[in-house]
Structures are given as structure tokens and as C-alpha cells.
């Protein structure tokens, strides 16, 4: 088992920029794609970004590349997802996530095993 826990979400004035932290521990051994969903009110989550063990792969959804930009530190079991130009459509609350192995598919939820329990974060206009 893994348990992941964000931190890091707030409140923050369109323009601004947030930093969210995923600290993973357990089983941490194995080698784990991780990445990061979102879910507004009343919308249906979405895939946000991934990022592979030895971060030679990375992946970003349309709306957030060039803003965004996720790195992990496997020393610390921990990822990172720095968001800057941050705008009202990216309030969220933002979900960690993590898989075994290999990095693809990384789009469906599903595929994901574990799951944060999400931080919000709120961008004011």
C-alpha cells in the first residue's frame, strides 16, 4: 500500500502561482508513475499530468502546458506541481495520484491504484 498526502493548495489571486507537494510513503520501493487530477464543482475529474519514475517521461493536458510543470524528488518519495499564471478555471481541488509501472495508459483515473485525499485549490478573479 501507498498513502499519498498533498499540501501546498490555497487561495490565490488570478496571475498568481502555487506550488502543491505530494509526500508518498509505504510501500515505496517500487518504481510508481505518479501525477496529479482535478475536479471542480460539478464537473467530472480530469487528468492534469504525470510524470514517470525516472522522470524521463512527462505529460501535461492541453490546458495547462506552459503553466504548469510537475518534478518528483524519488529521494524524498515526494512530487511537485508548480502552477504559475494560474487562472479562475483552474480552481479544483487537486488529487495526487500513483500507479505501478509502465507509464502508459495515464489519462483514465482508473488506471491509477492510489489516491490523495486532495487539496483545494481556489483562484480568485
Not at 23 to 49: C, D, L
Not at 79 to 84: G, S
Not at 87 to 96: G, L, Q, R, S
Request: hydrophobic share 35%.
Amino acid at each position: 500500500q501507498v498513502q499519498l498526502v498533498e499540501s501546498g493548495g490555497g487561495l490565490v489571486q488570478a496571475g498568481g502561482s502555487l506550488r502543491l507537494s505530494c509526500a508518498a510513503s509505504g510501500r515505496t520501493s517500487s518504481n510508481y508513475v505518479m501525477g496529479w487530477f482535478r475536479q471542480a464543482p460539478g464537473k467530472v475529474r480530469e487528468f492534469v499530468t504525470a510524470i514517470s519514475w525516472s522522470g524521463d517521461k512527462i505529460s501535461y493536458v492541453d490546458f495547462v502546458k506552459g503553466r504548469f510543470t510537475i518534478s518528483r524528488d524519488n529521494a524524498r518519495n515526494t512530487v511537485y506541481l508548480q502552477m504559475n499564471s494560474l487562472k479562475p478555471e483552474d480552481t479544483a481541488v487537486y488529487y495526487c495520484v500513483a500507479k505501478s509501472e509502465p507509464y502508459s495508459p495515464i489519462h483514465e483515473a482508473r488506471t491509477y491504484n492510489y489516491w490523495g485525499q486532495g487539496t483545494q485549490v481556489t483562484v480568485s478573479s
